[in-house]
């Protein structure tokens, strides 16, 4: 009766109200099951990114994963399984995502069961964290561009997206195309070889059909981590992770050079880490970066080039008390990284100091660094002889990569970077002939040597690395011009493939090309200086010659260089194309480098790793820039 008393108005109120009243509860009672959910049913992914490291403090997590793109054509290539294309944004895509099968061929694993065991459990985790995807939450990249210099541009266009995408912060994921996919399929055929006749071993030996030891570490395996993780290929990332989980173990009774151990192994670990999210991975860096730790006590501070990682002593080469500057100057990207994720400061003293001293030294010439440095006296020794090349590279490359990592703030490293360069201009820059090929030289005791090692061939891709970062345009030049030398170092040979060393002609001679070569020095180790520059220049320039000079080398690679059994080997002689003399080795870095950048080098992609928020160490281990001040 009163309802019939009320004003039309008045009843529309009420109705009106009730209703309200009614969604409400249903929205608040569907809201409740989401935090119970999570908390019971956690993701593989986030279990796995925290500290789960006993003693260890998390100081910074790690950074974003790289976008995971392979198999966006899987059809094409059956092997290939297909991987989920992320559809919102800041859902990390990382192994636990990975569409996990069992090992196919596992033979030679001591573990096989329990390996088997561990993939089902992962297996398991997987499908259950498919169905719990809405409760993941990735908060994305802590790591952002340095925002205190001028923005450094691309000349990449990046993938077309909708505008609604971009706005929300997404991004349309770049397809595959078929020269990457080419590259995918090369590194499965590699990595068949290692698993088939070397699994958990160094080197793969691709004729004789078993390994070579160097350390006893997996060489192979921890260098090539991130470059699966990069390429896509999950089921092998996953079969390799458990490698490391359950077999790899550093208390051993080894000599290891500290330079290789840190550019390749604990330079693996922690990109691996950084791209994964997984802690096992920064597990384990620590653990090696610990172990090398006793390099450092020298009188000098100056490390000293072997540790034995399992007594904790270390000690020069037999021969000497000397240590390769390239070594001891470029650890620093990889143990200042350590500092800033353990929170443990001890790494990045001990390597600063290092730089620090040798920025003080005399003995440089217009910033050239002679090759040796005492671990006794501090002082640089053989002095007099200045190389881009062997035994000195890596440290101009670190000067810069140093700074960037820092963001841009450690001014010593960037004058004696910027220093060298110019010592590069006035002492070892010439051109060849007939073709005018600028090349990087050598000095010894007033004596240029027109000898150039394809080491040599890293440095287009730092200088332009260093122009992107708002270092003079010249360099731009200089870079443009060396990398054509690094490609006719390839294109003016019988193979399509560089020799270790060349010598360029600095007359023209009727009937003599610019490149000579002695018969000492005609072997290719699958080295990947060259496409890492090219991979460097198609990112800044945008120019696809960069890309057709990779092309080609890759496909002459494959030609004289791949095992049809698996793997691919070093070769002793590029001159002779009906028998280029195959060496029964195939390096670490051909996996862990030369395989990575052809794939990055034929990616339009600039997020796939970013070069402004990840630095590669000198064997390709993208790091991340730490956030500027
Ligand atoms: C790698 O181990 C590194 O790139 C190092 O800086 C030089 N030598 C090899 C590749 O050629």
New binding site residues.
């Given amino acids: 009766k009163k309802w019939k008393q009320l004003s039309r108005l008045q009843r529309s109120i009420i109705l009106f109200l009730f209703a309200f009243l009614a969604v409400c509860g249903v929205i608040s009672f569907t809201s409740m099951g989401e935090p119970w959910k999570s908390l019971t049913n956690k993701s593989l992914d986030e279990q796995r990114t925290e500290p789960e490291i006993p003693g260890l403090k998390l100081v910074n997590p790690a950074v974003l994963p790289a976008p995971q793109k392979a198999d966006a054509n899987a059809g094409d290539y059956p092997e290939l399984s297909p991987q989920k294309q992320p559809k919102l944004p800041h859902i990390r895509r990382s192994p636990s995502n990975l569409q996990i099968k069992p090992p196919r061929r596992d033979v030679r694993l001591k573990t096989r069961h329990a390996t088997s065991k561990i993939v089902e459990e992962l297996v398991q985790a997987d499908k259950e964290e498919k169905t719990e995807k809405s409760v993941i939450s990735w908060r994305g990249a802590v790591i952002e561009p340095d925002q205190s210099t001028e923005p450094p541009s691309s000349k990449i266009k990046e993938s077309e997206k909708p505008s609604s995408l971009e706005a929300e912060g997404q991004k349309e994921p770049v397809p595959i195309n078929e020269r990457q996919m080419a590259v995918i399929e090369a590194f499965r055929h590699a990595w068949k070889g290692y698993k088939d006749f070397a699994w958990g071993h160094d080197e793969l030996k691709p004729l004789s059909k078993s390994y070579s030891e160097w350390f006893g570490l997996g060489l192979t395996l921890i260098d090539a981590l991130d470059t699966m993780w990069i390429l896509g290929l999950k089921e092998e990332f996953e079969e390799a992770r458990i490698w490391v989980a359950n077999d790899l173990v550093f208390d051993k009774n080894v000599d290891v050079n500290l330079?290789?151990s840190t550019?390749?192994i604990l330079g693996g670990l922690l990109s691996t880490y950084h791209l994964s999210g997984d802690s096992l991975f920064l597990e384990k860096a620590k653990d090696i970066g610990n172990r090398l730790m006793p390099a450092f006590k020298t009188p000098s501070k100056i490390p000293y080039s072997d540790v034995n990682i399992g007594r904790g002593t270390a000690h020069p080469p037999r021969w000497t008390s000397d240590s390769t500057v390239?070594e001891v100057t470029?650890i620093q990207l990889e143990f200042r990284e350590l500092s800033r994720l353990t929170g443990d400061e001890k790494f990045q003293k001990a390597v600063d100091e290092v730089m620090k001293h040798v920025h003080t030294l005399s003995g440089k010439n217009d910033g050239l660094v002679p090759m040796f440095i005492n671990t006794n006296s501090g002082q640089f020794t053989h002095l007099g002889v200045y190389t881009l090349g062997?035994r000195a590279?890596?440290y101009y490359?670190y000067l810069l990569k140093q700074w960037i990592q820092g963001g841009k703030k450690e001014n010593e490293l960037l004058e004696d970077y910027m220093r060298a360069i110019e010592g590069v201009k006035k002492h070892l820059l010439q051109r060849s002939q007939p073709k005018k090929l600028t090349f990087v030289g050598e000095l010894a005791h007033g004596h240029f040597s027109a000898k150039m090692d394809?080491?040599v061939c890293?440095l287009p891709g730092t200088l332009a690395l260093g122009a992107h970062n708002g270092l003079t345009a010249d360099h731009m030049k200089l870079a443009e011009a060396l990398i054509e030398t690094c490609y006719q170092m390839y294109e003016q040979v019988e193979t399509g493939l560089s020799p270790e060393i060349v010598h360029f002609n600095l007359h023209a001679q009727k009937g003599h090309k610019d490149v000579e070569i002695k018969p000492a020095d005609r072997h290719n180790?699958l080295?990947?200086?060259t496409v890492?520059s090219l991979f460097y220049m198609y990112r800044f320039t945008g120019d696809k010659k960069y890309q057709d000079w990779g092309w080609e080398i890759l496909q002459n690679f494959n030609k004289y260089t791949r095992v049809p059994t698996g793997g691919y080997t070093s070769i002793n002689n590029v001159q002779n194309p009906s028998n280029p003399e195959p060496r029964d080795k195939m390096?670490?870095?051909f996996l862990?480098?030369?395989l990575k950048y052809m794939f990055l080098l034929f990616s339009d992609d600039v997020d796939l790793i970013n070069l402004d928020k990840f630095v590669f160490n000198?064997?390709?281990h993208p790091l991340p820039i730490w956030v500027p001040a």
Avoid: V, W, Y
């Fill in positions: 330079f290789e550019i390749r390239a470029s062997a590279d890596s490359e394809h080491l890293f180790l080295r990947p200086e890492e390096e670490s870095f862990g480098e030369t000198t064997e390709a």
